[in-house]
């Protein structure tokens, strides 16, 4: 008899790619569920960030993801589905690194990555026998023959027309700020190749007039992690006519064969951690591939094959004094990158650095609503939280203001079809937050308040 699954990917209350963002990209992880589930189970994705929620849906069995900010939406959806007498199983980062508190939501936590372990899920709730906790004890799971994204579960979401696809997962960097190296592992694992090329040869092009065609956002931590294996996927790809996006170090900048593949395959932007201008916080972060006095000729080598940056800062810092957000600021317009990705530091749960800044009693909430990176749930080494986030939100404000990005845009050599339709999503959600700032409602947490 066929079961129901429903999947929720329920959407945080505030930040910058919260629910008034204007980029509506697709959730690839509860899509990989749906294609690790049985054909006896008829599945339903559900996507606050595109769609409301019934809360009377009926189903057999809930699986619902939670990211940080995410976790208290998810936490209260588990609570209300159980109430009605539905088993509810959680994912995703946040209770994979902390299963015990999400048990006190729902029936079964799976920690970690989903393949080789949702399918016993499944088999298990068929028996009544669901297990609080399923995680793999022998390393991670391999990324070879996983089955495809079905897509088609998607097709009336009103998501923006890009289709997500991953080749490689993990990272040795382990950033003390960063979560990948605990969620996903000290090394890149990659994917076959054939399997790669077989699953865009399967996609289907959106349509539609103003479609930019072939668009795909290749969700790895680092897409030429492993050099020998971009050189023989890179030439591969130009066979799609591709326009993709994603992750990089900036070594890139110093393989020109990677570049000229990287353009010639398709590639238009590359959303590149710069971080820090400061030498000691690279050093203390454990950021070794970061050299802040290379960071302009870094730019313009990858400006010269046309490919676009999306440069991500993270404000707050040990090192930070109140001269951080100026140089950022004066950085993005130098070298005229097309889109600045600002953070205030955040200490999620399974990092480094959640556990240091708990070692120093620096932790001022656990409220996870408010890790969305545009909060001060810490306290600061060299600077005020007030200064902190009174810095964050005016580089948020000047780099996203007519102005900002007119001079950041004008003359560059990137895919303008793709950098200024972001530009304009940015600046909608950075005047909303800047707006919900001034008005008082971004209030920092109460230096008193402890974790729970």
Not at 3 to 18: D, E, F, H, M, N
Not at 57 to 74: H, N
Not at 202 to 220: A, M, Q, S, T
Request: proline share 6%; hydrophobic share 40%; net charge neutral.
């Amino acid at each position: 008899m066929t079961k129901r699954l429903l999947l929720i990917s329920p959407v945080a209350s505030t930040g910058l790619v919260a629910k008034d963002f204007n980029f509506r990209l697709p959730v690839l992880g509860v899509l990989k569920v749906a294609a690790l589930t049985p054909p006896n189970w008829h599945v339903t994705i559900l996507d606050e960030k595109v769609e409301s929620l019934d809360l009377d849906q009926g189903a057999d069995l809930v699986g619902i993801t939670a990211m940080t900010p995410t976790a208290p939406r998810a936490y209260g959806l588990a609570d209300h589905f159980r109430r009605r007498g539905l088993k509810v199983v959680m994912g995703g980062m946040h209770v994979s690194a902390l299963p015990e508190e999400a048990l006190e939501h729902c029936d079964s936590v799976v920690v970690g990555e989903a393949e080789g372990l949702w399918p016993r899920v499944l088999q298990d709730f068929e028996s009544q026998a669901l297990q609080h906790t399923y995680r793999h004890i022998n390393g991670f799971p391999s990324l070879e023959h996983l089955p495809t994204p079905n897509w088609e579960l998607y097709c009336d979401k009103r998501y923006l027309p890009v289709h997500f696809l991953e080749t490689t997962r993990g990272c040795p960097l382990d950033c003390e700020f960063c979560a990948v190296t605990t969620a996903f592992g000290g090394s890149y694992r990659n994917r076959p190749r054939e399997e790669v090329l077989a699953e865009l040869r399967n996609l289907r092009p959106f349509e539609g007039r103003f479609i930019l065609k072939n668009c795909v956002f290749f969700v790895d931590d680092n897409i030429i992690s492993n050099r020998g294996y971009a050189r023989e996927l890179l030439p591969r790809l130009a066979e799609f006519k591709l326009k993709w996006f994603s992750h990089a170090s900036m070594n890139i900048a110093r393989d020109p064969e990677i570049l000229q593949l990287c353009q010639r395959s398709g590639c238009v932007g590359l959303f590149i951690g710069f971080e820090t201008f400061s030498a000691e916080n690279l050093r203390a972060v454990g950021k070794r591939t970061n050299h802040p006095d290379e960071y302009v000729e870094v730019a313009r080598r990858i400006h010269d094959h046309g490919i676009g940056i999306d440069a991500s800062f993270v404000f707050g810092l040990d090192a930070d004094d109140e001269g951080v957000f100026d140089r950022a600021l004066e950085f993005v317009e130098r070298a005229k990158i097309e889109v600045c990705y600002y953070s205030v530091l955040t200490p999620y749960p399974g990092t480094r650095l959640s556990h240091r800044l708990e070692q120093e009693g620096r932790i001022l909430t656990r409220d996870w609503s408010l890790y969305d990176m545009s909060h001060v749930v810490y306290r600061p080494r060299s600077l005020t939280p007030d200064q902190l986030l009174a810095g964050y939100y005016r580089a948020l404000k000047e780099s996203f203001s007519w102005g900002g990005i007119l001079q950041r845009l004008w003359g560059t050599t990137a895919y303008k079809p793709f950098f200024y339709p972001m530009n304009l999503g940015f600046r909608h959600s950075a005047r909303a937050l800047c707006k919900a700032y001034h008005q008082g409602r971004m209030d920092l947490p109460h230096p008193k308040t402890t974790s729970n």
